[in-house]
């Protein structure tokens, strides 16, 4: 018999499913994290193995899945340009094999799905901020393709799913997300620049530095993710999740600088292929739907950041 709700969290072993399984088993709910450890690890997790409600089973969700669940959140995916450019067919056929697979089961299960989408699929938007209702501007053949456009791809089965077989849905838009247990090497902006600062080491601005980006801190996002899931029926999203103040790179790389007291230079690299110039959210659906804004500050947030990553630093 079961009293709590029975939560999968697919890619529940990287970064931000690791601080999702935390969080729902704090809840009181059953969790079972769904990873095949591409990205993710067992670390990222081992404090929760003692848990009697939560279960860990290695397995890659473009394969079929049978396990009978009461929500879903379809996490899994490589997020970092790196690792979802290592293998691009696998990161189309992780999002897309993988949101069937995922979208298949909740309606057998009658299931509740949130799909882990991306400010990515506003591409190098022509908007700005960027609200729901603009559709992007994505290249759909260049070296970010296979996860803007498999991400895309997961967005309209969701809805297809939801129309044609009335499966729930609910699609969240995440942007930038940081805060520790994130991949040291996987050279995103954040930990590369914590790295860099920890090791003395110059750091890298790709371009010019005056691109931007918004940057969440990870327990906001995860606050964000379990309030979209629990609204009414009715709501499927896409939602916008991520914190609308906007910094340039150059502005985040001296930040990062002043709070290490590091003694690295800034220097520049070239600018990769699609970089989007600039990326702000507009979360008013999501302040009206899910009564949420973000509460950390960018300061605040890295401040836990570069605890976590002084520690992996010491320890070698
Ligand atoms: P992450 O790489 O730390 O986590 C992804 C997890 O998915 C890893 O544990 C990985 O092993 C697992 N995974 C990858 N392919 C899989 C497969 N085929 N089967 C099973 N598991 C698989 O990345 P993250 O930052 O925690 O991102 C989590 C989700 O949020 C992703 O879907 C990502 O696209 C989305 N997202 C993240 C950000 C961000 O800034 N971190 C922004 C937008 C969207
Ligand atoms: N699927 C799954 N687990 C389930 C139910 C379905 O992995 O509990 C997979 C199934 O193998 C199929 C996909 O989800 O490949 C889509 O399922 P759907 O029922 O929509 O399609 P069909 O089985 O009719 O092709
Ligand atoms: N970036 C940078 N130096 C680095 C890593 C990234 O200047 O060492 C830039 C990158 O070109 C982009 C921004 O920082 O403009 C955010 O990059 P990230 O890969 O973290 O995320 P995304 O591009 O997917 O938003």
């Not at 279960?55 to 394969?63: G, I, K, Q, S, Y």
């Not at 260049?142 to 895309?152: I, T, W």
């Not at 499927?236 to 230079?265: D, R, W």
């Amino acid at each position: 018999m079961h009293l709590a709700p029975r939560i999968m969290v697919t890619g529940g072993a990287g970064f931000i499913g690791s601080f999702l399984c935390e969080r729902l088993l704090d809840q009181g709910a059953e969790v079972l994290c769904v990873d095949n450890f591409f990205t993710g690890t067992r670390s990222n997790v081992a404090h929760l193995m003692d848990n009697p409600r939560f279960e860990l089973m290695r397995h890659d969700v473009t394969f079929p899945l049978f396990v009978e669940v009461d929500q879903i959140y379809n996490m899994a995916c490589p997020a970092s340009p790196i690792h979802y450019q290592f293998d691009p067919v696998q990161t189309t056929k992780t999002s897309v094999h993988g949101a069937i697979n995922m979208l298949g089961l909740a309606k057998r299960t009658k299931a509740r799905i949130l799909q882990a989408s991306t400010s990515e699929v506003y591409g190098d938007p022509e908007i700005h901020p960027q609200e729901e209702s603009y559709w992007g501007n994505v290249n759909p053949i260049g070296p970010r393709s296979c996860y803007d456009e498999g991400k895309r791809c997961a967005e309209t089965l969701c809805f297809d799913y939801h129309r044609q077989h009335g499966v729930e849905i609910k699609v969240a838009r995440i942007f930038n997300t940081y805060g520790p247990r994130m991949h040291p090497n996987d050279g995103r902006v954040v930990s590369n620049f914590i790295m860099q600062a920890l090791r003395g080491e110059d750091i890298t601005i790709y371009g010019d530095g005056s691109q931007t980006r918004s940057f969440c801190f990870v327990d906001d996002l995860v606050d964000g993710l379990i309030g979209l899931m629990n609204t009414d029926t009715g709501v499927t999203g896409p939602i916008n999740l991520g914190n609308p103040g906007e910094f340039t790179i150059k502005e985040l790389a001296e930040l990062v600088i002043e709070m290490t007291g590091t003694s690295s230079k800034l220097v520049q690299k070239p600018l990769p292929q699609d970089d989007p110039r600039k990326r702000k959210p507009d979360i008013t659906r999501a302040r009206d739907t899910l009564g949420w804004e973000p509460q950390v500050k960018l300061r605040d947030g890295l401040e836990k950041t570069i605890a976590y990553f002084r520690e992996l630093h010491a320890a070698g």
